[in-house]
DNA sequence: TCTGGGGTCCTAGGACCC
DNA sequence: TCTGGGGTCCTAGGACCC
């Protein structure tokens, strides 16, 4: 099993588009006053920025860094080349992210599977990585099963690899700790520390009866076989989706009831478009609040059939809020469906279903989307292609450069000039 | 003005059914 | 005369992952 693993990926994409901030800290991220940190270069590391830090602590810890809001269609494309070029290998990929994909080597065109053998190819595989990507590097890792690969990826990052010889699964983990095994987070790391577990070689003495105690059932099971490094889940290239969800988190809280209708509207068409795109509909609808004092409630309602209509979704969102006491204030709000179905309930009666949303647009006062967000593709009239370095009272300021053609000048604008636009690629082909 | 957004899976209780 | 035993669906919350 091999698995890769993109190296800092949102901040590496923005570095090879960005020649100006190569060798420099860069901060993808939320840039709002409640955002976090998605990836931090290896440069902007070296100060303590970590992946969901707060961009405040982040912009305290390396004020220096170039701090933006991400581009996901250059993530995408970057993603679809390399997940492209490893189903050229393997017919057997499975993507766990933009920047991850586990690849059965069994169904690869190998001559065998010796460490020999297995560590030229990848070797191999990584080059021609950073070739499909114009520069990005990969670490990889290769052992015996999905676990065994990923931990070894984790061992000689960035830009490594790290293959485990069968038979030396148990000497790699036993020193490790708990939370290397995949399902160990806080919560269950700390439950195992007060039992006296720390390492995974403490885990292997805990008898199957004590660890489901520990940890319940189904945890309990799967902590025994991986802390034995027994691990035989396949490689399962396509998953059906099983929600689709849209949620935001806003700068101040809300307490307008009127508001947040309004936005849980929104979210609501968001979600049934993406489901009309793939196809789908759903029968429950659930909303999330998070309060205040962030404690998150969530309610849901499940409906016959499944709908994928905006209006059906709007309209029960907005009656799973009102049973709920918002006065002390909302910091999130979220939209969901799930129950998915991949076909679309029969109009029987021949109506064409009139998908307007039945609120007028709201005025909203801190949480509209920016315009000119750091770090966005540009376009301008005279200078070409750029990107936006900051934005504020009024002024948008570009830096005019691309991964080909990099010291342009730096210019500012105002913000309703129109002499400069967003920049969107080509949309990429539908094949989704 | 600590704490994103998109997901998955599990648990536990109650309803309901045979 | 006490209170079966599954199974499935639904809801709410929580842990975890990238």
Redesign the pocket.
Known sequence: MLHLDLDAFFAAVEQRDKPSLRGKPVVV??VG????V?TASYEARRYGVR??M?T?EARSRCPHAAFLSGRFHAYREASRAVMGLLRSVSPLVEP?????AFVDLQQADLPDLEVATVTAFAEELRGRVTEATRGLTASVGVGTSKFIA?VASDLDKPDGLVVVPPGTEQDLLRPMHV?V?????????ERLRRAGIHTVAELEQVDLDELVRLV????GGGLFQLARALDDRPVVPE???????????Y???LTDRKLMEGLLTRQAGEVAA?LRKSGLSG??V?IKVRLH??????????LGSPTDAAGTIARLARSLLTDLDTSGGV??L?V?V??LADWVQEDLFGDTAEEEPELPEIEIP?HSRRTWAPGMDVEHDELGRGWVWGSGRGVVTVRFETATSPAGPVRSYAEDDPALRPWTPEPAPEDE
């Open positions: 991220g939320g006053g409640r955002g976090v998605s992946s969901a707060s405040r766990l992210s933009l920047d991850e990923k939370t095994l995949p399902g160990v987070g806080p919560a269950t790391a319940g059932k189904a945890h998953r059906e989706a099983k929600s689709v969800s849209v949620e935001g988190t700068d101040t809280d993406r029968r429950t659930s004092d962030f404690t998150t409630l969530s309610r849901s309602s499940t910091r999130l979220g969901g799930s129950g801190h």
